[in-house]
């Protein structure tokens, strides 16, 4: 009995310890696993070539110089303030290490980069990078590395002056080493170059035919790091072809306005028929606003359209109000006050359109001045450039 009793406590022993053997095999093979999933997420969050950083010295300031070319514009999103951009940059600078050697030798994983990100990039659908070096009059050879890239692009977009509006379409370039490392200048010896045949949105937007760029750093506050890091920014140049909006909004907003006038052939007495068509007007424009809406994103400012549009509800709202109190005046001066109140809505009905001319022509007047400013910015840069002489073009 008693051996018996022992077999059974070594079978349930033998049994305990291979389920405990078991147990911890799949507990290793889970770490395993997510061992795993922690290393690919890591190589998708960074690239291949910046697994190693290669540094050079603090008092080292490397100059690079940018040349771009902005192949293709495709959709500019109003709403969601965003476009696509098919680009071409170009980043060269001195690199004395590399002197004497071959393209074919260089193993560039080893080689200091200048770490360039396209700071407002939402979506890279497209990609392509090379590097290589270039011989140069003093025998210092020139690092080149290039890129192309197709993608989504975030642009706060300015909307004071809608529908006659221009926009600056930016691309930002950034790099992970800081301003005191890194340098970011134009290409004195290259254009910038803008193709207007494979633009696409030709149908909402006149494309300038100009690039402009800008190089700074960021500048840090004293909740964030105390480097600064360079930027440089690519910019080009639309305006918004605004016939739609004037045909489809502001005109059936200015004979809806119209319209109420004819509230006042209505005889006083009937002033539930007076209000009937003043409302019925007003309710008709507010529609009218929400279709204004939906074409802009949220914004806590009054675009041009909408100061017109609210302009419209307003002197409609002031039609709708004289209609109903004029039945509470006595009779006799009903007729009187009610004629003094048509010919006071036809002079304010007018200036409201002849201060609306004005100030069209007045923004419309400085949107030229501005886009007319950056395009001899552009031909400026151009100019010098031809100064220079135009060197071989790299793709």
């Not at 302009?311 to 009610?338: H, T, Y």
């Not at 048509?342 to 009905?349: D, H």
Request: aromatic share 10%; proline share 2%; glycine share 2%.
């Amino acid at each position: 009995m008693s051996g018996a009793v022992r077999e059974i406590q070594v079978s349930e022993s033998g049994q305990t310890s291979n389920r405990s053997t078991t147990d911890l095999s799949e507990v290793l093979s889970r770490l395993e696993v997510i061992e795993t999933y922690l290393k690919d997420i890591e190589g998708n969050t960074r690239s291949s070539d910046e697994q190693k950083l290669v540094f050079r010295d603090s008092s080292d300031l490397v100059t690079v110089l940018i040349r771009t070319s902005i192949i293709s514009i495709g959709e500019i999103d109003t709403v969601k303030q965003e476009f696509t951009c098919d680009i071409f940059v170009a980043a060269k600078w001195k690199e004395p290490r590399l002197k004497g050697r071959k393209n074919e030798d260089i193993d560039w994983s080893q080689e200091w980069h200048p770490r360039i990100v396209f700071f407002n990039a939402l979506v890279i659908d497209k990609m392509e990078k090379r590097r290589f070096i270039e011989e140069d009059e003093d025998d210092i050879p020139y690092a080149y590395e290039t890129f192309r890239i197709f993608g989504t692009f975030r642009e706060n977009l300015e909307l004071d002056h809608f529908p006659l509006d221009y926009q600056e379409l930016t691309i930002t370039l950034m790099s992970d080493w800081t301003d005191k490392m890194v340098k970011f200048q134009k290409d004195m010896k290259r254009k910038d170059w803008i193709r207007p045949e494979t633009f696409t949105a030709v149908q909402q937007w006149n494309l300038q035919r100009f690039v402009v760029t800008i190089s700074e750093s960021t500048q840090h506050s004293t909740a964030s790091s105390n480097n600064n890091y360079p930027m440089y920014h690519i910019k080009a140049f639309v305006r918004r072809k605004n016939g739609f909006y004037l045909w489809n909004v502001a005109l059936i907003v200015f004979l809806i306005t119209a319209l109420s006038f004819t509230s006042f052939s209505v005889p006083i007495s009937e002033s539930a028929d007076r209000l009937s068509v003043t409302l019925t007007l007003l309710l008709t424009a507010i529609a009218f606003k929400f279709v204004v809406s939906q074409s802009l994103p949220t914004i806590s400012y009054l675009t041009l359209l909408d100061m017109y549009v609210i302009s419209g509800l307003v002197f409609l709202f002031c039609i709708a109000v004289e209609n109903g109190l004029v039945v509470a005046l006595p009779v006799k001066i009903q007729k009187e006050v009610d004629r003094i109140c048509l010919f006071t809505a036809i002079a304010i009905f007018v200036l409201i359109h002849i201060i609306a001319v004005i100030v069209v022509l007045m923004k419309k007047r400085k949107v030229d001045k501005t886009v007319l400013e950056y395009a001899k910015k552009y031909k400026a840069v151009c100019e010098e450039i031809d100064k220079v002489g135009m060197g071989k073009h790299i793709y």
